[in-house]
């Protein structure tokens, strides 16, 4: 007659903390990933090189979060068009403010 061992919680609680931890792994590398490809997209395409003159033209190179610096960064207000940007998805501002935008400061 076979029969069938008790569960094992402890072994499955195990088993389910080794999934989560190859789950944030696998999440991690995606997420850097996706963090390089868009950096590589700022630092090398010339589609955000020309919308990104265009946006700070428009703007006077002056921030338009402050209205006192001039702008150097071009800031996304949406990455719903990543990549294929629109000009009223995009906005120049100061380094500064491109820091406080993104909780950095």
């Known amino acids: 007659m076979n029969t069938v061992a008790p569960f ?3 072994l499955a609680e195990a088993y389910r903390r080794a999934q989560t931890r190859h789950n944030q ?9 996706r963090h390089e490809e868009y950096e590589r997209y700022l630092s090398e395409s010339e589609n955000w090189y020309e919308i990104r003159q265009l946006v700070l033209k428009r703007d006077d ?4 979060a402050c209205l006192l610096e001039t702008a150097s960064d071009v800031h996304h207000k949406s990455y719903q068009h990543l990549y294929d940007e629109i000009c009223f998805d995009l906005v120049s501002v100061c380094r500064p403010c491109h820091k406080k935008i993104h909780g950095k400061l």
């Not at 792994?25 to 990933?33: G, S, V």
């Not at 190179?61 to 338009?64: I, L, V």
């Open 8 to 10: 094992d919680e402890a």
């Open 61 to 64: 190179y002056k921030c338009q």
């Open 25 to 33: 792994a696998r999440i991690q590398r995606e997420r850097l990933d």
